[in-house]
């Protein structure tokens, strides 16, 4: 039982450019939801975050924006850097004392 | 300030045997949890302990087990290994209040042969 997905294993976009990463959810009772990056051998790095009273979140060139009719919430990254380039992981939390994660989203921006 | 450590930072174990992997959260962190990473999917919530309580518990066998420590640590005990608990595991550690803000570790890769 997938409660939040990220539908698009990997994602390739030219250096400048917006990357948009998707992710959908099913449990209607979630009331947080986080993104998070994680490069190779290191643990998850929270990025930014968004409650489900609001519809969008912005925290410099990270921009979060929820949906709650449609279930879905997307990161926009602008511009994209070449440092952006990691596995990008959606989560979400109804109780405060855990998170459901996605499957995950590579991201790779080509400079 | 450390963040949060854990160890050993990767490990080899054998199919039955038992193991167990440490974690020290952020100062002034009392809540941890642990999370299990398989490769190719996301972090599944395994425990969440608070002020030494456990208070949540993930989708997992009897076989995992956790506690936390006076000093806020904690450890993660996995009994009679077998070869689907290879993994990344994970901990994570979070302050008194606010909302979420959950800082993980590097994590213990465990390799079970």
């Known amino acids: 039982d997938q409660q939040v997905k990220q539908n698009s294993p990997s994602l390739s976009v030219q250096e400048g450019r917006i990357s948009i990463l998707n992710c959908d959810y099913t449990n209607s009772m979630f009331d947080y939801f986080l993104w998070y990056k994680k490069y190779p051998a290191e643990g998850p790095t929270f990025l930014i975050s968004?409650?489900?009273?609001?519809d969008k979140n912005e925290d410099g060139r990270f921009t979060v924006f929820l949906n709650k009719s449609a279930k879905h919430l997307s990161l926009h990254i602008v511009p994209s850097q070449p440092g952006d380039s990691a596995v990008y992981f959606c989560a979400a939390s109804d109780e405060g004392n855990k998170l459901v994660f996605g499957a995950g989203t590579i991201l790779r921006v080509k400079s | 300030d450390a963040g949060v450590t854990q160890s050993p930072t990767h490990l080899i174990k054998t199919r039955g045997q038992q193991v167990t992997l440490r974690c020290s959260p952020i100062?002034?962190?009392?809540?941890v949890s642990w999370y299990q990473q398989v490769l190719g999917q996301g972090p599944q919530f395994i425990f969440q302990y608070y002020e030494k309580e456990e208070r949540g518990r993930g989708n997992f066998p009897d076989r995992f087990s956790a506690r936390q420590f006076p000093n806020y640590s904690s450890e993660l005990n996995v009994n009679a290994l077998l070869l689907g608990d290879s993994a990344l595991y994970l901990c994570?550690?979070?302050?008194?209040?606010?909302?979420?803000?959950?800082?993980f570790g590097s994590g213990t890769r465990l390799t079970v042969v």
């Open positions: 968004i409650s489900s009273i609001k």
């Open positions: 994570a550690s979070s302050p008194p209040t606010g909302n979420y803000g959950y800082t």
């Open positions: 100062s002034g962190h009392k809540s």
